[in-house]
């Protein structure tokens, strides 16, 4: 199946985000292309610590960005990893806050679509705001 040029380029910013992954511990880069519904895409990889736990994945890197730069709504979410590698339950969570809808592309090392689905289908029955109202 062809993918639409919009699609193709976020695979390509995602691509470009996990070459500036700093990963010493892991060797695994990810990155991450996240796209405001008024187009706009924050790309983030993840960047790890010598105190493992502070690390902070790809997606998140992503969405603090857009967050940080006054953004809150999302369409798209493009994800790249080497093997097609799923977001860990943290981003899950902390994207459905703003976008329990997102449409979550994950793509492998040579840019295959390895998996087009939503957001609450990787997270049923998620917790978000509404649960605080
Ligand atoms: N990682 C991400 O960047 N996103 C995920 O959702 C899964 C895991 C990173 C964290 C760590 O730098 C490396 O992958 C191995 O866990």
Redesign the pocket.
Known sequence: MTIPPDIQQLIEQAAAAADR?Y?P??H???G?ALRATDGTVFTG????NASYPV???????ALVKAVSEGRRAFDTLV?T?RNG????G???QMLYEFAPDLRVILTDGSGKVTLDCRLSDLLPHGFGPQQLE
Do not use: D, F, K
């Open positions: 992954a990963v511990y892991s695994y880069p990810v991450a990889c993840n960047v790890e690390t902070i994945c790809a997606e998140r890197t994800v990893t590698g799923s977001p860990c943290l981003c899950r």
